[in-house]
Structures are given as structure tokens and as C-alpha cells.
């Protein structure tokens, strides 16, 4: 039986729901929140809650976007070339690749990899809106499949590229920057750079 108060171990339960931590750091995250004063306590909820009611998703990449707007940041800034767009698993890739400043181009996020084994398959993902995207009035010249250099990242990016080719678009591979089985959320700036630089058709 426990020693500890009921909502100090619903909050260390809740905190170690949360991937990457564990049941002695989520102790430390809600003994540093008793800590505090109501105020911090409030903003951290409300913060937590905003991310549930006040993000959604762009109406033409799949990114996060603010909610109440069709389109993302990086969709509505007529500087990007629109004519190259960059598939990724996750909204975590575009923000590293953009941390690079090496990529002028457009995103797709597919928010996730095929997985048979977690009874993830092509449908699941937003490869449907990718293809619609491919389909519309903007020509794209080029698709880089930026996947992640897992097995799951592969099974994705040949799907993507057994469904592309026959549309006649340029597909490149990003290069062995990243090392097989790493994450791109992970790679360092200048890895991220040379991936992106040594890029192939795939």
C-alpha cells in the first residue's frame, strides 16, 4: 500500500505515462510541481490543455498548425520553393531539418511509418493527401523521401516510391548522413545539411 498521498500518485502516474520517463524521475517532476506556487501549476496545466484545444492540422501538409488557421507556417510563406516537397514520418522532423537551414522547400507529414507488427499500414498514414497534393494545380518537380532510416522508414519510403513513379516526378532518397536505424529528431545540424545535400534518385 501506498505511503504517499492520492493525487501525488496520480501525478507521478501521470508523468510517467509520458515516453522517456521513468517512475523515479516522474517523482521528481511531481515533487518539483508541489513545490511551486499555484500560479506555475496553473500555467503548466493550462499550457498542456492549449496543446490539446489549440493546435490542429494544415489543410495542405499535415503539419501542426495553430488552430483556426487552414495552413501552416511554413505553407502559407510564399519564399518556399512549393515545387519540391520533403515527405517526413513526424512534425518533430520538420523541425529539426528547419534547425538545419538547409531546405527551402515544402513539407508532407505522414505521421508515422508502416509497421505490420504495430497493425500500422499504409492507410493509416496521409499518403491519400499526399498523392491529392501531387494531383493539384501547384507542380512539383521533386519528392524527397525523408523517412527515417529505420526499417519501418524503408517499407515507407519504397510504398511512396512504388505508388510515385509512375506519376513521372523527380524522387530522391535522403543520403547516409543519418546512420541506419537513427533518428532524423535526433541528428545534429550539419548531419541533417549533408543528408540533405547527398540526397539521390531513388
Not at 498514414?125 to 512539383?140: A, M, W, Y
Request: proline content about 4%; glycine content about 10%; charged content about 25%.
Amino acid at each position: 500500500m501506498s505511503k504517499l498521498p492520492q493525487s501525488i500518485e496520480r501525478a507521478i502516474t501521470a508523468f510517467a505515462s509520458l515516453p522517456g520517463v521513468g517512475n523515479k524521475t516522474a517523482q521528481r517532476f511531481a515533487f518539483y510541481v508541489l513545490r511551486r506556487d499555484q500560479h506555475f501549476a496553473r500555467e503548466l496545466g493550462d499550457a498542456i490543455i492549449d496543446l490539446k484545444q489549440k493546435i490542429g492540422m494544415c489543410h495542405e501538409c499535415c503539419n501542426m498548425a495553430d488552430g483556426g488557421v487552414d495552413r501552416c507556417g511554413i505553407c502559407a510563406d510564399s519564399s518556399r520553393d512549393s515545387s519540391i516537397i520533403c515527405v517526413v514520418e513526424a512534425p518533430l522532423n520538420v523541425v529539426a531539418l528547419e534547425k538545419s537551414n538547409g531546405y527551402k522547400g515544402r513539407y508532407h507529414v505522414l505521421h508515422g511509418s508502416i509497421s505490420p507488427v504495430d497493425g500500422v499500414g499504409p492507410d493509416d498514414l496521409k499518403i491519400r493527401e499526399l498523392l491529392d497534393r501531387l494531383g493539384g494545380d501547384t507542380p512539383v518537380k521533386e519528392v524527397i523521401l525523408a523517412t527515417n532510416p529505420t526499417t519501418e522508414g524503408e517499407a515507407t519510403a519504397m510504398y511512396i516510391h512504388r505508388l510515385l513513379k509512375p506519376l513521372g516526378i523527380h524522387i530522391t532518397r535522403i543520403a547516409r548522413g543519418i546512420p541506419f536505424g537513427g533518428d532524423i529528431e535526433y541528428a545534429d545540424e550539419m548531419t541533417l545539411n549533408k543528408a540533405m545535400e547527398g540526397r539521390k534518385a531513388y
